[in-house]
């Protein structure tokens, strides 16, 4: 295997995590940063082996050494930062939601394609080894025919006007944030709901502080997925079929282990290998991928970052939460 | 104390078990009890020490010796059978839902007033040690200010079109059967809903197979109840708040213990007294009310069961569920 040299573009906490998880990655090594903060930057590259640092996104975008660039931006920035690299040709590997809205990512993809530049959301969890087992379970039929999901994302987060997961034009709100999560596991066990009904509480800047959603997929599927800034909720995921349910404890989103019962059995937990980061499965997958020519992975194809995005458009319309740059 | 003489209408499976529970309550005797099927009330009666059966309704609720009754028809002649009663003066504890609908449950509040008779839904969870110990938990502001509710209730019913959980005329529909604990849960604790959005699944007979709501508070207070006949759920209760959490295991309406946390620590067990039966608690209740002369509970007045009623109306319109008797 070659290796990969990456860049990461927002040397913020998540892009402290993914620098850390690089170093848990065979062939995968951190080339550059770029920091619009030159102090920050020099930190960050201080605790990672001494990468090039830029002050400039474009001149990471530009460096010819870089293979592929982690956006760790916060999610307002996604699309600019993501476009600049795609138009060099660079692998972009885009820190979730991919962006405000399904346009933006419309956009993305067709950059993707234009400049033949690989280009997945940083929807880390769908590599995990809980989901890859979980879908394995449900594929097995180990719970008969799934009805219902519901997982919740929810931690107290006081109330800034200027913070990131407040401010709008950072792409502030909990649906973007972390309900996420429990979106992503319903579109990905059950596909394009059919339909979709939403209602939270709006923060003072316009904000979704809380967003709980009800979305239906036929054949007497729903799921039911909540986030909130408003208070810690439990974090945990229930997936429910005709023969049997499977529960993922505290915090389900990444944890490394899970619970299914047979209908009328008790719960059994499956312990699965500990997982050190969580962000090497997707940073392999983006390496296996390029390895293989492709421009988008098979596993988190474009179709689907898009189906998200139209998904939360649609959660947003009804909540009435507008992105002043979407 | 007096003894209290109960009547039973409809000698089913729940009418068992409050039978059952009448032996636990001290001054309770189980007098008579009303079954058309001949056989069927004959058989009740023998397991519970012979009491008088009759085979119309009107001549259990004329009978002088009898001072409560409690009403375990199905749902779509709650109403029916409990004016009958209140007209001749009877208590009534009325097995929930009080009524197939809010107007209903108008009608027999006006008949409770008229007739100077007590009349209170069995939603018989209020009185359970759990709901005592969760409310004085909450009060005292353990878990700060509450903001978010989770609770549901599924299980796995196979579609039977004369079934009383799918029968209209009957009353059928999750929500009126089980999603009334959830329900139930969320307005008390933070009474009545000040936005109301549901979505659901209809089965062939047009009941509610399946029926989510979110329910808004004002004060960023927001909950989720699911109910289903199409799995069975991990039948758990959440109850977040600011500075922690509460959370109720398998199976939560009828539990005798439950876990709380302050934010950042684990869950800690509380168990209570082990429950026998359930249902002693709420006929305790309505005895302890005749003896004070009270024509509703205090606990549980008709004020609650009306905005019950009307909160479900409200769901079931968004759902397209509609009784022809209501």
Redesign the interface.
């Known amino acids: 295997m070659s290796t990969t040299s990456w860049g990461i573009i927002g040397p913020g906490k998540i892009a402290k995590k993914f620098a850390a998880a690089l170093t848990l990655v065979e062939g995968a090594r951190l080339g550059a940063i770029a920091s619009r903060d030159a102090e920050r930057g020099k930190a960050f590259a201080a605790g990672f082996g001494d990468p090039r640092v830029y002050h400039r996104y474009e001149d990471l975008a530009a460096d010819a050494s870089i293979d592929a660039v982690y956006i760790a931006t916060p999610h307002g920035f996604h699309a600019e930062h993501a476009l600049l690299c795609l138009r060099q040709g660079k692998a972009v590997l885009c820190e979730k939601p991919m962006a405000l809205s399904a346009r933006q990512v419309r956009e993305m993809v067709a950059a993707s394609r234009e400049h033949s530049a690989f280009l997945m959301e940083a929807m880390w969890t769908r590599f995990l080894p809980w989901m890859i087992n979980v879908k394995r379970l449900i594929a097995a039929g180990s719970i ?1 025919t799934v ?2 999901i ?1 997982a ?1 994302f ?1 931690f ?1 987060a006081p109330f800034t006007p200027s913070g990131r997961l407040y401010d709008l034009r950072l792409g502030g709100g909990a649906l973007l944030d972390i309900g996420i999560y429990p979106l992503f596991l319903c579109l990905e066990l059950f596909g394009r709901p059919a ?1 979709i ?5 709006l923060s003072p800047t316009g904000s979704d ?2 967003c ?3 979305l ?1 997929f036929g054949e ?1 599927r ?1 799921a ?1 997925i ?1 986030s ?1 800034l ?5 974090l945990t995921a ?1 997936i ?3 023969e049997g ?1 499977i ?1 993922i404890p505290t915090p389900w989103y990444k944890n490394d282990r899970y619970e299914w019962c047979r ?1 009328g059995e008790d719960l059994q937990p499956v312990v699965l290998e500990p997982m050190v980061n969580g962000f090497e499965y997707q940073a392999r997958e983006v390496m296996r991928c390029r390895e293989q020519g492709l421009k988008e992975s098979p596993s988190l194809p474009h179709v689907f970052s898009l189906m998200m995005a139209e998904t939360m458009d649609e959660i947003r319309r009804q909540l009435g939460v507008t992105y002043p740059t979407e």
């Open positions: 008969g009805k219902y519901r919740d929810g107290l339909s009904v939403a209602s939270g509480v502080e809380t709980h959603a009800v239906g007497g729903t039911v909540s909130t408003a208070c810690q909720t439990s229930e429910a079929g005709t349910m529960r209908s």
